[in-house]
């Protein structure tokens, strides 16, 4: 019998996403509180004092972006440069009225966003899909950066057609950014447990749920994320038996078949080749089933946006 080893259980996932919140902040700002220099962020009070902060990479663009300065020629740019570019454009906008959210965790920027951005945070989605704790889905991947949050939820019973040597089983994949990054998305996953492959399923390529933030959260928005995952399921069970058929689909050239897919997909010559020695040890070689396989278990190394990127493209093969 087998039986899926979690990352982490719920309360853990739970009890991380606490603790990062405990060090999160907002503020609204004038663009004329905002300094830049030197790779480091001074947010001034209303009492005239300022205050030093690291900024991600993520961050320093979003602000740059805002004020209509290119990233890549405002790093090429002399520090004197960059110092009176920044100071024109940020009183520019100053005079405009125009307002900042800022989003910080510690002495971090993570974000600056518009004053209009609507909040969704992680800890909203994870509250959201409770119920999926309770019902005994186990957590097979939990990813939490400075970006982005990918949470995958998988059922426990494997799909009956997929058999106990390779067995299959049937989620759902969370994902969100509480600074901008990507829209919150819901989306059906495949997990293979024998590698801990994932494949994401797009229904009419696109997420089942798919919501930018923008606008006004709905009153039940959480109600919508959960028949949203529920949905998700459903449909990784249909995934499921199509990934199954892909065995008696074959490739005529293997190698062909990955070189046009990476210009398609504009991947690099080494991740195309990684893909090519992957798939010589996956079983049913010279099939679309293992052409997916080894797409999905190379993205595994990749970072977590990259993953899921990935997952989705071999997904679309189905």
């Known amino acids: 019998m087998n039986i899926m080893k979690p990352v982490l259980t719920p309360p853990e996932a739970i009890e991380c996403l606490h603790t990062l919140n405990s060090g999160s902040w907002d503020q609204i700002l004038n663009p004329r509180q905002i300094t830049l220099k030197q790779g480091e962020c001074s947010i001034q009070s209303s009492g005239g004092e300022g205050v030093r902060y690291s900024i991600s990479d993520w961050a320093k663009s979003q602000l740059l972006s805002r004020l209509g300065i290119p990233v890549i020629y405002y790093e090429r740019c002399p520090v004197v440069l960059q110092e009176l570019q920044y100071s024109y454009w940020r009183d520019q906008l100053s005079a405009r009225n125009t307002k900042f959210l800022v989003r910080g965790r510690g002495n971090l920027i993570r974000g600056i966003l518009s004053s209009r951005y609507s909040i969704i945070n992680d800890f909203t989605l994870i509250e959201a899909v409770e119920p999926l704790f309770v019902e005994g889905m186990v957590i097979t991947f939990f990813e939490v950066t400075d970006n982005s949050f990918h949470l995958r939820l998988v059922s426990p019973r494997p799909v009956e057609e997929s058999g106990h040597q390779d067995p299959l089983y049937c989620g759902v994949h969370v994902s969100n950014s509480e600074v901008g990054y990507r829209p919150v998305s819901i989306d059906s996953i495949v997990y293979r447990e024998v590698c801990s492959n994932g494949l994401i399923r797009l229904h009419d ?67 195309q080749q990684s893909i090519i020695d992957q798939i010589s040890g996956e079983a049913y070689p010279e099939t679309e089933y293992a052409l997916i396989n080894a797409i999905t278990s190379v993205a595994q190394d990749l970072e977590p946006d990259n993953r899921y990127r990935m997952e989705s493209l071999a997904g679309s093969l189905l």
């Open 205 to 271: 390529q696109t997420n089942i749920l798919r919501r930018r933030h923008i606008g006004t959260t709905p009153a039940d928005f959480a109600y919508q994320v959960l028949q949203a995952a529920r949905s998700a399921i459903c449909l990784a069970e249909d995934t499921a038996e199509s990934f199954l058929r892909s065995k008696y689909r074959p490739i005529l050239n293997t190698v062909e078949r990955v070189q046009y897919l990476g210009k398609k997909w504009e991947l690099s010559k080494t991740f």
